[in-house]
């Protein structure tokens, strides 16, 4: 097996992926998710990604159903699996956003729903520039403090932000975001590139990417009209196809066909291979998707394949 990658900074270590746990409660249902979980765990996994929001926006829910899965989960099967969740995008006790009491409050209640008593990874789920930074990092700190949070780290922050935070906690001896979570895959580059990244690989965070499948249009399956017709994500597959994802699909079905790889584990692998990232995050709702993910884990592309893959999506 792909040896594990230290996230920077901390004793964190994954595989070249970490498991999205968006679908659960959602449009993978209990036992789905059990089994996921299971074939995960079994195969080496070491880090599931959540939030307290999932899945705040199907209708009847409230927010914290993955959680609770999760959390149904660990305690049914007796395993210890790395755990990633978010506060800042779900309002509830102690205000919104990250106001230090929300911090605090969404903190015992993801702790409930995930029937832990620490989690190893958690995140600022979004910006909030109504509070001072320092006090958000002082939020976080009494959590440290009080053995609930082991590391913390930040998604959808702006570069300007990021670098801000990081200088803050520096100066004031607050703790470091470990890890960024942005949005980057191989036609969407632009909200990490440049910048961001830059950060990450000089001040030693690791990056762990959302949307590393661009909402499946990296699997290959949206080719033309036809395909768009078959999903209610057709129109944004659309955007993608009439922009740059024709030229990126063509230069995957090329190295697929010289690697015998899938165009997921293409996608993945690309993204593993960039500066600064520790692990790509995907999701999966069947166990052959979740299986065809795991065994893209010892997927290394030439430097060439990397080159030309890189150039396509430019």
């Known amino acids: 097996m792909t040896a594990p990658r230290q996230l920077p900074g901390t004793d964190i270590a994954t595989p070249p992926?970490?498991?999205?746990?968006?679908?659960?409660?959602?449009?993978?249902?209990?036992?789905?998710?059990?089994?996921?979980?299971?074939?995960?765990?079994?195969?080496?996994?070491?880090?599931?990604?959540?939030?307290?929001?999932?899945?705040?926006?199907?209708?009847?829910?409230?927010?914290?159903?993955?959680?609770?899965?999760?959390?149904e989960w660990l305690k049914a099967s007796g395993k210890r699996i790395g755990i990633a969740t978010k506060v800042g995008m779900l309002p509830g006790d102690g205000g919104e956003k990250l106001a230090p009491a929300r911090i605090a409050a969404a903190c015992?209640?993801?702790?409930?729903?995930?029937?832990?008593?620490?989690?190893?990874?958690?995140?600022?789920?979004?910006?909030?520039?109504?509070?001072?930074?320092?006090?958000?990092l002082a939020a976080f700190q009494k959590?440290?403090?009080?053995?609930?949070?082991?590391?913390?780290?930040?998604?959808?922050?702006?570069?300007?932000?990021?670098?801000?935070?990081?200088?803050?906690?520096?100066?004031?001896?607050?703790?470091?975001y470990r890890a960024l979570q942005p949005e980057y895959n191989l036609i969407r580059r632009h909200r990490?590139?440049?910048?961001?990244?830059?950060?990450?690989?000089?001040?030693?965070?690791?990056?762990?990417?959302?949307?590393?499948?661009?909402?499946?249009?990296l699997t290959g399956k949206y080719r033309g009209e036809a395909d768009l017709g078959k999903s209610v994500r057709g129109g944004r597959m659309g955007e993608l196809l009439a922009g740059k994802g024709a030229a990126v699909l063509a230069e995957m079905d090329a190295v697929a066909d010289e690697s015998g790889a899938t165009h997921a584990q293409i996608a993945l692998a690309w993204l593993a291979a960039q500066p600064g990232v520790t692990a790509p995050i995907a999701s999966a709702?069947?166990?052959?998707?979740?299986?065809?993910?795991?065994?893209?884990?010892t997927l290394q592309l030439t430097p060439d394949q990397v080159e030309r893959l890189t150039a396509a999506g430019a």
């Not at 008593?117 to 909030?128: E, G, K, P, R, S």
């Not at 709702?285 to 884990?297: C, F, K, R, V, Y």
Request: with cysteine.
């Open 143 to 176: 959590l440290i403090d009080a053995g609930k949070v082991r590391q913390i780290a930040a998604s959808n922050f702006s570069a300007a932000r990021f670098k801000s935070a990081l200088d803050i906690a520096a100066q004031e001896g607050l703790p470091h």
């Open 108 to 136: 015992d209640a993801s702790l409930k729903g995930l029937g832990v008593d620490t989690i190893d990874l958690y995140y600022a789920h979004q910006d909030d520039d109504s509070v001072p930074q320092a006090a958000v």
């Open 17 to 71: 992926l970490v498991l999205g746990g968006n679908v659960f409660g959602w449009t993978a249902d209990r036992d789905t998710s059990f089994a996921l979980l299971d074939r995960f765990a079994d195969a080496g996994g070491t880090l599931i990604d959540t939030a307290d929001v999932y899945s705040a926006w199907v209708a009847g829910h409230r927010g914290g159903e993955s959680e609770t899965l999760i959390g």
């Open 192 to 217: 990490f590139e440049g910048e961001l990244q830059d950060l990450c690989v000089t001040r030693n965070v690791g990056a762990l990417p959302y949307y590393g499948l661009a909402s499946g249009f």
């Open 285 to 297: 709702t069947t166990i052959a998707q979740l299986d065809e993910l795991i065994a893209g884990w």
